[in-house]
């Protein structure tokens, strides 16, 4: 049996939320909005008149913290007391999983508006959990997708560029991890279907992610804008909503779960982890020494982390190194598919490896702009 999850509409157009009071007042005349202070800073001068134009009364509740089970469950709660009939969740991917969670919770329908766009979280299914301390706590699958999700492109548009290279990182990742899961498991149609458009993500990105990332300060709403933000939320977030029950190895969103345990990278995002985590994988797949100076100089361009130092580790390398690959756990059955041994000691060392390559290549760089800085051009 194959499931596919996805939201009922999906809208992305520039300056949406000042005409989204229809769209929202379809599924309820009652809202509980919950979002960052800086998110509904942004959302809140053009959501609350449309939806007090549509007759939707709300209540604002503002979220900070962790998407913890518990906060779900209190959220939940402040739901079922002031008596809403949908969940609005305005933010980043916490705040988002954090409306999901508290939406299934209460059984009530959900609006996603991203204010970043970092991950695919306005669009899955799924409901990523911490502990209060900010270490990776597990997934868990929701019963669907948002009802609606308003992607307001303007506001995308006026996100720092971090932001926008996280999701970057965090699509581009996709299709490495599905597709080395084929090898061996290729009868599972939601395993062709989930790659083959992690394939469309891809070529989306590297044919316009550098060029939109470098105009990001421009905060310019363009074609190219939206093909990446779209292949951001929307095919990303595809890409995970067919299944099948069948199991596969995501080694980079492991590692990520891994590094969430080391308090020195929680200021790192998710996307600048998972695509540390790329970098790991390719080391474990022994792939050719340009493939992987390609990859890590596409990662530095993007100013993604190629170093454990730029993912705030301090502590000594081999040490750090080695917490992270005991801390990687896979799926039960997962690894069979793969091509390529996931033990502690190869993940130990692949790590390593892409921590050399990335200092290297940092160093050249470095090398090489001062050389160019240096030189005198002479007519």
């Not at 509980?32 to 007759?55: F, Q």
């Not at 959220?75 to 409306?99: F, S």
């Not at 204010?115 to 301390?133: D, F, G």
Request: aromatic share 6%; hydrophobic share 45%; proline share 3%.
């Amino acid at each position: 049996m194959i499931t596919v999850k996805a939201p009922s509409v999906y809208l992305n157009e520039s300056n949406l939320l000042a005409a989204s009071g229809s769209h929202i007042r379809a599924l309820g005349s009652s809202a509980l909005i919950i979002g960052g202070y800086t998110a509904l800073e942004k959302v809140t001068p053009a959501l609350l008149p449309a939806l007090d134009e549509a007759g939707v009364s709300y209540h604002l509740q503002p979220f900070q913290g962790q998407c913890t089970r518990e906060e779900i469950q209190a959220y939940a709660g402040i739901a079922r007391k002031v008596q809403v009939q949908l969940i609005i969740g305005a933010g980043g991917g916490k705040v988002l999983d954090l409306a999901k969670g508290v939406a299934e919770q209460a059984g009530l329908p959900v609006v996603t508006i991203p204010t970043i766009p970092a991950t695919c979280a306005a669009w899955s299914a799924l409901t990523v959990l911490y502990n209060e301390r900010g270490n990776a706590a597990g997934y868990w699958p929701l019963r669907r997708s948002p009802d609606l999700v308003l992607t307001d492109t303007a506001l995308l548009a006026a996100a720092p560029a971090r932001y926008l290279a996280a999701g970057i990182g965090d699509t581009l990742v996709k299709w490495h991890e599905f597709a080395v899961n084929l090898n061996g498991n290729y009868s599972s149609l939601a395993l062709r279907s989930s790659v083959a458009t992690a394939r469309l993500a891809l070529e989306i990105l590297e044919e316009h992610a550098l060029d939109v990332y470098e105009q990001a300060p421009l905060q310019q709403v363009t074609p190219a804008f939206i093909q990446v933000t779209d292949a951001i939320i929307v095919l990303a977030g595809l890409v995970g909503s067919i299944q099948d029950g069948s199991v596969h190895a995501a080694i980079a969103h492991g590692l990520h779960d891994s590094l969430t345990r080391l308090e020195d990278t929680h200021r790192s995002l998710h996307g600048e982890k998972v695509a540390f985590g790329l970098l790991t994988q390719w080391q474990l797949e022994q792939k050719e020494y340009k493939e992987l100076h390609r990859l890590a100089s596409l990662l530095h361009q993007l100013d993604l982390p190629v170093t454990l130092r730029q993912l705030g580790i301090e502590s000594e390398r081999e040490q750090a190194a080695r917490q992270i690959a005991e801390g990687l756990t896979l799926r039960e059955g997962a690894e069979r598919h793969l091509a390529f041994a996931v033990h502690i000691d190869a993940v130990t060392r692949a790590i390593l490896e892409a921590d050399e390559l990335g200092t290297q290549l940092i160093a050249s760089t470095a090398d090489r702009q001062q050389k160019l800085s240096g030189s005198v051009i002479v007519r």
